[in-house]
């Protein structure tokens, strides 16, 4: 079956630091793949997305490329800031379709100290 | 977007006991989904709910220790019955947005009960 590994949080950096979550997936087909964002007290938010393979998911800063070849989709922030501080999910959605093909990772705990 | 509100946003629960959560939805919707977020995990779903049928629950849920209620197009509910510590999570609802296919869900801000 469908599933998602992203690295164990929670993870501590400084204001202004690089950041990358790794996240890689195992699915038959063409999974479309999504990082959320969970700040907290809030409900999850759709970060960036990514359909087909070498697509570069952004926004807010944040990237990700559809590696099909290593099964990734790793998520990348060159300076990050102490608001990003928050829970991100890696997700993929059953490449047969349907949106409750959904399938998250873990998550990890971001904190950004300033 | 969609904009979703659930309530309670937290409660304690006693053993033994029912709760409801409630999701209402700022505009129409097919579909909705309930998750379980439970301490540590990723989340799992629970069921699909569409306006005038029976949820569809996911391996390992049933309808009687999760009954759903989907009276129209914005709203929905999930029952945890006779809650047990285990049960101690925080409950998602999400609607799919949006029609290129790629399957984007909008969360709530999610309940997090706690079971004594």
């Known amino acids: 079956g469908n599933s998602v590994t992203q690295m164990e949080g929670p993870v501590t950096l400084s204001e202004e630091a690089f950041l990358t979550i790794n996240c890689t997936y195992t699915?038959?087909?063409?999974?479309?793949l999504f990082w959320y964002v969970q700040y907290p007290g809030e409900g999850l938010q759709l970060l960036l997305k990514?359909?087909?393979?070498?697509d570069k998911g952004s926004n807010k800063g944040f990237e990700a490329t559809y590696r099909k070849e290593t099964t990734s989709f790793h998520l990348e922030k060159g300076s990050v800031q102490v608001s990003d501080s928050a829970v991100y999910f890696c997700?993929?959605?059953?490449?047969?379709?349907?949106?409750?093909?959904?399938?998250f990772g873990k998550g990890t705990h971001l904190i950004i100290q300033p | 977007s969609a904009v979703i509100s659930q309530k309670p946003s937290r409660d304690i629960c006693q053993r033994g006991t029912s709760l409801t959560i409630q999701c209402q939805v700022d505009?129409?919707?097919?579909?909705m989904f309930w998750y379980r977020q439970q301490p540590g995990q990723s989340l799992t779903l629970i069921a699909t709910?569409?306006?005038?049928?029976?949820?569809?629950?996911e391996s390992g849920f049933v309808i009687d220790k999760f009954p759903i209620s989907r009276p129209n197009l914005t709203f929905s509910t999930l029952t945890v019955s006779n809650m047990s510590p285990e049960d101690s999570s925080i409950y998602l609802c999400?609607?799919?947005?949006?029609?290129?296919?790629?399957?984007?869900?909008?969360f709530g801000a999610g309940s997090r009960l706690t079971v004594l």
């Open positions: 999400s609607v799919e947005i949006g029609t290129s296919g790629a399957n984007v869900l909008t």
């Open positions: 699915a038959t087909g063409y999974p479309s």
């Open positions: 990514a359909t087909k393979a070498d």
């Open positions: 997700a993929l959605s059953d490449p047969g379709g349907g949106a409750d093909g959904l399938t």
């Open positions: 505009s129409q919707v097919t579909m």
């Open positions: 709910a569409n306006q005038g049928s029976e949820a569809t629950y």
